[in-house]
């Protein structure tokens, strides 16, 4: 009967990790964690996919002056009025409803809409 007793002390200690099971556990743990913090984190913190060059849709009463001065505010945003008529080949000022234009890539402020 000594080893019925045995037996039973056993039981009664709980379930009992090696070295390697305890670092398997706290591995799955960690894992969950962060797969859980991946989940949680809000979807506007994802960066744009590099080399995506920021656009805007034109709308009804835009100018180049008035996306140039939202894309980068400041006193006086004629150059950046010019730098977008280059980069979207722009032969003078006169935009359309609809059309869109690429930003300068080195700022990516409030343009987008």
Known sequence: MATI???????RRGVRLTRRGRVVVLTLLL???GVGAMLAAPAGDASPPPGAAPTVVVRPGDT???IA??????PDPIGAVE???????LPGYRIEVGQTLTLPAHRQGAAHR
Do not use: T
Not at 69 to 74: D, L, Q, S, T, V
């Open 5 to 11: 007793g045995h037996a039973a002390r056993r039981s």
């Open 31 to 33: 894992l969950l964690a």
């Open 64 to 66: 180049l002056w008035s």
């Open 69 to 74: 001065a939202r894309f980068e505010p400041g």
């Open 83 to 89: 730098r977008i008529r280059r980069l979207n080949r």
